[in-house]
């Protein structure tokens, strides 16, 4: 009887092992989504875009192992995708472009920053949008910068994007200490403008905590400064610079980098942000980088990759200026290279399906496609959106 007893026992324990074993193997596998957008400009920040797209996802698929992991090529938004990813937000009033104070920030960890350009200094902080380029500078940025250094940062990652000035960094190198005189050894004003009159520039007053530090440019532009495809001709019209102008400022530019550094003019990227660029390599020994390679770098994309099935990038304008070095491109080419495909989700996509597939994307889904009208594509964006990701978590 007791043997009856306990082979019984051994028989309801082996039946409660296999009920359990039975639910483990029948439980919806586990499916991580990497979520890395760009901003859908004038529409979403890239955090608004990976928060739509996630609820769609999880509305169908709601065990996926969504991960949000808004991104920025150094433009507009890049110190936003750093703060979403959990580096500490530094505020602090700086000259805007016109000398006009306001409030700017950067992102913060340990001792690394990301500063962004367009935040402090670019077109966005032009008052009322009023266009000035022979008078915008980039003073505030070296404000910012150099409240970093003086903050314990010795890693700083400068985003160059929407520039509203042809300056050639002489306004940041002011802010850092540097002097900037005419001939008769009195400091000369902001502006691009201005160059065409510097006869010497003193660097004697540097800021010290700039030998310690490590400056990296995230461009992705590879403009010379100076010449028919430098800051002035490409870039300073669209900063409203007219004929004369431009002929001015090139002659600025040539004056600056005559003093400053002229090894340095013919550098990719050296056009930057009206010159900015140039400026950042000659003085503050930066070295240049493919804004969205080393933004991905210092969110350890890579590490987040590991395990992942698919991940969603993309932007307002899926387009050929795409092509050339975008942050969802380069997204793509991080996932192809770690054997995750990748999803691309637009406002609008111009690119044919070779186009697509030669850029590493699977598909691309856009609002357009739901939505034609512009206009309410734009208002409509998140619920947009979240019908993207139930569709793309369709096909998980």
């Given amino acids: 009887m007791r043997v009856v007893l306990l082979l019984a026992m051994v028989v309801r324990r082996d039946n409660r092992r296999t009920t359990a074993d039975n639910v483990e193997m029948t439980r919806t596998p586990t499916r991580r989504v990497i979520l890395a957008p760009d901003k859908f400009k004038g529409s979403l920040t890239a955090a608004e875009v990976a928060a739509a797209l996630a609820t769609g996802i999880t509305r169908v698929a709601p065990h996926s192992d969504v991960r949000r992991v808004p991104i920025a090529d150094g433009g507009d938004g890049t110190v936003e995708a750093f703060v979403a990813a959990g580096w500490r937000k530094v505020e602090l009033t700086a ?86 005189l005419d001939m008769e050894g009195r400091d000369l004003p902001g502006g691009g403008a201005a160059l065409v009159d510097a006869a010497a520039v003193d660097l004697t007053g540097l800021h010290p905590a700039i030998a310690a530090a490590r400056f990296t440019l995230a461009c ?27 002929e001015l400022l090139e002659r600025a530019l040539t004056n600056w980098a005559r003093l400053v550094g002229p090894e340095y003019a013919d550098a990719p990227g050296a056009g930057a942000a009206g010159g900015t660029g140039f400026g950042a390599m000659a003085v503050l020994g930066a070295r240049m980088r493919s804004g969205i390679e080393a933004i991905l770098e210092l969110l350890d994309f890579p590490t987040l990759l590991a395990g992942a099935e698919l991940v969603v990038t993309g932007e307002g304008s899926l387009d050929a200026q795409s092509l050339h070095g975008k942050a969802p491109v380069g997204v793509s080419k991080a996932a192809r290279s770690a054997g995750v495909a990748a999803v691309a989700v637009a406002g609008r996509c111009l690119l044919g399906p070779n186009e697509l597939r030669d850029a590493g994307f699977r598909t691309c889904h856009s609002l357009a496609d739901l939505e034609p009208d512009l206009a309410r594509s734009i208002a409509e964006a998140p619920a947009l959106l979240e019908r993207i990701g139930e569709r793309i978590a369709d096909k998980l």
């Fill in 95 to 180: 000259p805007g472009p016109t000398g006009v104070d306001g409030v700017t920030s950067y992102a913060v960890l340990g001792t690394k920053a990301v500063v962004e350009l367009a935040s402090v200094v670019g077109a966005q902080r032009l008052p009322e949008g009023a266009l000035d380029a022979l008078g915008a500078s980039t003073f505030g940025l070296g404000v910012v910068l150099a409240h970093a250094l003086e903050h314990g940062c010795t890693d700083i990652v400068l985003g160059l994007g929407g520039s509203s000035s042809t300056d050639g960094g002489a306004g940041m190198v002011r802010a850092l200490g540097g002097r900037v």
């Fill in 220 to 246: 992705d532009v590879d403009n010379p400064l100076l010449g028919l495809s430098g800051a002035t001709a490409i870039y300073a019209p669209q900063k409203g610079a007219t004929s004369t102008d431009l």
